[in-house]
Nanobody
Framework: QVQLVESGGGLVQPGGSLRLSCAASGINFSVYRMGWYRQAPGKQRELVAA???????NYADSAEGRFTISRDNAKNTVYLQMNSLKPEDTAVYYC?????????WGQGTQVTVSS
């Protein structure tokens, strides 16, 4: 059974930091392209950052320079380090794994940026 389990969300003040984790099981994690997406109320789900199986990252413009995606294949885990958080970063953050036609999503973790 495939599972992607996110953790690390919460309430943080503007300018603060959070580190999200996504632990995968049931897949050959090292070959999967992993990504972080987010969905704010009333908005479509959007890509935040992704990382290839080889470790090459790419970022949405909104995340560039503030967020860092990384992966630890030994731990079957992908991370999203988020710095300089803004209220507009408030959303449910989802982890996604993709390999050829196989795509899996986590259940999401809430991130709220508010003073």
């Amino acid at each position: 059974q495939v599972q992607l389990v996110e953790s690390g969300g919460g309430l943080v003040q503007p300018g603060g930091s959070l580190r999200l984790s996504c632990a995968a099981s049931g897949i050959n994690f090292s070959v999967y392209r992993m990504g972080w997406y987010r969905q704010a109320p009333g908005k479509q789900r959007e890509l935040v950052a992704a990382i290839t199986s080889g470790g090459s990252p790419n970022y949405a413009d909104s995340a560039e320079g503030r967020f860092t995606i990384s992966r630890d294949n030994a731990k079957n885990t992908v991370y999203l380090q988020m710095n300089s958080l803004k209220p507009e970063d408030t959303a449910v953050y989802y982890c996604k794994g993709a390999y050829w036609s196989s795509t899996y999503w986590g259940q999401g973790t809430q991130v709220t940026v508010s003073s």
